[in-house]
């Protein structure tokens, strides 16, 4: 028994290299935003007007029309209807802009899209080389910040989020926190107003049991490194378009098609979180140099 | 130096895989091992590997092992995980090993994880290492962190080889691991000899010539022991002359011998006779060298930091856990020197802890884990 992945038998020279739509009733902004990230990997198209050999996926809202057989399709949760239909049962995955059924919900934007998850024993060494005290605990309460103890300018919000040992931070701003993966300590009502899962930060509501838990943080790699990573995962669940819109473009249309291989090292750099501006992309298409992105692309 | 003539769990008698195990009734999968290999170095990792193969063989399963290069300098270091998420692998299910093999892209994906990029946590300061404090270095540091606990997170489970790993996982991704131990190469082998072996007037330490085993160690353990016993370090590296130079300078050049490269019938030998195993490697990830002491029966004398070595050897049990210091290690010497009885019930308990490791355990918990069979 040697598993396959889903393969179609493709006529020779075609390739599945666009998202097809299907679109009965007008986009909400939340689906306006998720096709917006998908154009960015793959060309958007009405399904209709375009062979279905050439569809590496259909996204489908409430259509009459039924998805072409073999290509597979996410499927928009408008209301209960669409919810029910025979298309979203038979769906590879189902998303909405809020939770419903099995769907993958789909942000409204990326919250923090310059963040990047630091990890405590990399946040110690970051202050180290920056000349900064060993242990600093950041705060965030409303839209003001501290680092240890003293106000920093909005500017300097990110640079907390990203260097302290631990955070408090109860509001809005806590989001900021868990996109720089920091060790946060946070009350009930944000927790529950962000959805936080057990393990994501560590919940008190009294400021100053809050900042006792930061300051032990700062001393147990094992919980913060814990709590750094799983801060950052929700947040990428829940407040990063980018992010869920490649989940949904991977379970959608699987690896990136063979035919475009700078597409395919570009889906696997960003699967690993890691934008086309970083330097190891650089180096990566580097590295591929001249090799044409399509087999039979002239060079000459 | 832990069977690296061949590298294969012994097939002597009772042997706990291939003779004997049932094939009836099992579901066969097709296994790929991935393994990451620095190009000319064969060690425990390399092994380890091979032996796992074997043992889903004999399983029924068909396997097979899949290996690509590595570079662990920082410039190059994405290069193979990248190279390993692009490869294209058709089984029913991959078990990845050490770094940068489980960045291997499968849906059905276990981990056993050896080790991670040690240079990037634990072993950041060593003087091997090139990641410093420089911007670069903190970036490379702080991605190849992210990229671990992406690509570990990945699997359906993550097993690491010691408890060592397990904790370093933790500690520095925030990621679970469960220690799965299997048995060191040579096992069978060792068990048998050393119910007949002697309790002689050596201490034997098979290892790596290099700094992260610090076999000086033994000799200036041996050099302050004041039992007269002789040490005997086998393996080959990068030491070996200056180990050679150093006994000379202890004056203990008539007390320790660096015999090389050995057989692994001569290997079997040394461990049989021996009164004990010295072996005080720094923050070792598993420690074959324990096992197969424990097998042919002898205590361990180590240190206190000496990583997996620690997860077997019980001070006053199964041997001495010292400060490392030469004279805590040689005054354990001598104790044992002076009680070879003592020596006997500490390799009699040591035995008792490693002569129920198998592999068809291990590979039933490994395909069990990635829930294929």
Redesign the interface.
Known sequence: MTSTRDRRALPHGVAPEFVGLLLGRSPTPALVALLGEITRRYPVVAAAGIEPERLAGCIWYADWRTPPEGVPVAAWLGDEADAAHPVSAAARLRIADRPVADAVVIPPDTAHPDSAPVAPHVRRRLRAARGLPAVAIGSADGESWTWSGEPVGASLRDTVAANASAVTAVGNEAVRALAWGAPTVTDAETADTLGLPPGAALVADDPERRAALAAELADDDRLSAGLSWAARRHYEQRHDLGWVALQVLSRLVGPAAASRPRRRLDTVLASLGTGPGHPVAGRAHALVGDLPDRPHEETT | MIGSETGRVGLGSGQRWGAGSNVEGV????VVVCGAQKPFMYGGAEMHQENLVRALQAAGHRAELVRLPVAWEK?RL??S??AW??CPI???LVIATNFPSYFV?H??KVVWLFHQHRGA?DA?DAPWNDIG??DVS??T???L???D???L?EARHVFTTSSVVA?RL??????QGEPLHHPAPLMPELLEAGRGGRFDDYVFCPTRLDASKRPGKVLEAVAVARSGVRGVVAGRGVLADALAHQAKQLDASDRFSLPGFVSDADLVGLYADALAVVYAPADEDYGYVTLQAFAAGKPVITSADAGGVLEWVEDGVTGFVTDGSAEAMGAAIDTLAGDPERARAMGAAGRDRVQGLAWEPVVRRLVEAAGVA
């Not at chain 2, 579901?27 to 097709?30: A, K």
């Open positions: 579901s066969r999968v097709d410039d994405f290069d995980p990248l998420r692009l058709d089984a029913d892209s849906p059905v946590y950041v404090s420089d903190l970036e540091q702080r991605l962190t992210e990229w606990a992406r690509a997170g904790d933790l500690r520095y991704t925030g990621l």
